[in-house]
Nanobody
Framework: QVQLVESGGGSVQAGGSLRLSCAPS??????????LGWFRQAPGKEREHVAG????????YVADSVKGRFTISRDNAENTVYLQMNRLKPEDTAVYYC?????????????????WGQGTQVTVSS
């Protein structure tokens, strides 16, 4: 129903910054009334929920591992969610996925996400 597409990944040196974006692949689709989140997964490691935000942006969540460095935001007028990543570390290297939840839109950490993107690679070199 809603296919998400991430962009903005790439390679960066430690201490650098990247800004990831996520939006529906079709202009007619909307994530306006959905909670949004970012996940990451490195090879051989479990998937980690790194950030989340409610449908209207009134509450957000960031994991302890990225607190103070990553910021999640959304622009409902642009139908887009962002993940600003600053002071990147080699351990941040992973595939980053965005997800949307229509089930619990008012919770920055919903128990279920309905839609997912294909992921974008982030590589941080030392």
């Amino acid at each position: 129903q809603v296919q998400l597409v991430e962009s903005g990944g790439g390679s960066v040196q430690a201490g650098g910054s990247l800004r990831l974006s996520c939006a529906p692949s079709r202009r007619t689709a909307s994530i306006y009334a959905m909670a949004l989140g970012w996940f990451r997964q490195a090879p051989g490691k479990e998937r980690e929920h790194v950030a989340g935000i409610t449908w209207n942006g009134d509450a957000s969540y960031v994991a302890d591992s990225v607190k103070g460095r990553f910021t999640i935001s959304r622009d409902n007028a642009e139908n887009t969610v962002y993940l600003q990543m600053n002071r990147l570390k080699p351990e941040d290297t992973a595939v980053y996925y965005c997800a949307a939840s229509a089930v619990v839109p008012a919770d920055p950490r919903p128990y279920e996400y309905d839609y997912w993107g294909q992921g974008t690679q982030v590589t941080v070199s030392s």
